[in-house]
């Protein structure tokens, strides 16, 4: 990749701030950066920052723009999964349970209701966020626009007015997708000003999944969106 037009391969690791206690975040990221990462990819919770509706919190353990500050000053760049559902083995996929008690409501989708939240939220998170663009000189240089969607659903309209949400609140970098690599969930899962990432294990069967990436987007760079090293786990089974 290019940045400000200086070559910049972009290595990057999962620190999710809203599971490690502030105190923590400065000795965890100078860790990683040390062992040769130069971004940090965060998921950015919705449920956790606005609890209950209207109400927001970025307080404590959500105190995302120290979280920003942090990196930057330790001279890491973000790649800023900020999606209405994250998943990230997180309650909903950071979807607020408020949400669900809304009648004939549709999540993740162009339903009046859901992208009224959506929007309502991101208004508050871009009035926050938009000092630590990298436009802005900050350090956060890609934004997610959805987790998986095309494992989920098929509506590019969602994801357009997504995009233009993100926009319209000040998310003015480039937007990146993560989908798994079968044409299916590519095709419903990203639109074509993202730039598309394989999520695949980080294993030899990662490498066909970026042969087969590469042919579903000859025009962009190869891109990892998720790289797994373990496996989910679940209490009492085996």
């Known amino acids: 990749l290019y940045l400000n037009g200086e070559h910049f391969l972009m290595l990057g690791g999962d620190f999710h701030y809203f599971r490690t206690h502030p105190a923590g975040w400065r000795r965890r990221m100078e860790l990683m950066k040390d062992f040769g990462l130069n971004c940090i990819t965060t998921y950015v919770p919705w449920n956790a920052h606005e609890p209950r509706e209207g109400e927001f919190c970025f307080e404590g353990i959500y105190d995302l723009p120290l979280f920003l500050q942090t990196a930057q000053e330790i001279g890491l760049k973000v790649i800023f999964r900020c999606s209405p559902y994250i998943c990230a083995e997180w309650d909903a996929g950071g979807i607020p349970s408020w949400l669900l008690k809304k009648p004939n409501i549709c999540l993740r989708s162009c339903e009046e209701q859901f992208m009224g939240a ?86 030899p069967t990662g490498i066909s999944d970026l042969k087969s990436l590469s042919k579903l987007q000859p025009d962009k760079p190869l891109m990892a969106g998720e790289a797994w090293v373990g496996n989910i786990m679940f209490w009492g089974k085996n």
């Open 118 to 203: 959506v929007k309502r939220y991101f208004k508050v998170l871009g009035e926050l966020v938009r000092p630590y663009m990298f436009s802005n000189g900050g350090p956060i240089i890609m934004a997610g626009l959805e987790n998986e969607y095309g494992s989920f659903g098929n509506n590019i309209e969602y994801l357009k007015q997504l995009a233009k949400v993100y926009r319209d609140s000040g998310i003015d970098v480039p937007l990146s997708s993560a989908n798994g690599v079968d044409p299916f969930k590519y095709w419903h899962g990203t639109i074509e000003e993202s730039w598309n990432g394989a999520d695949a294990g980080a294993n």
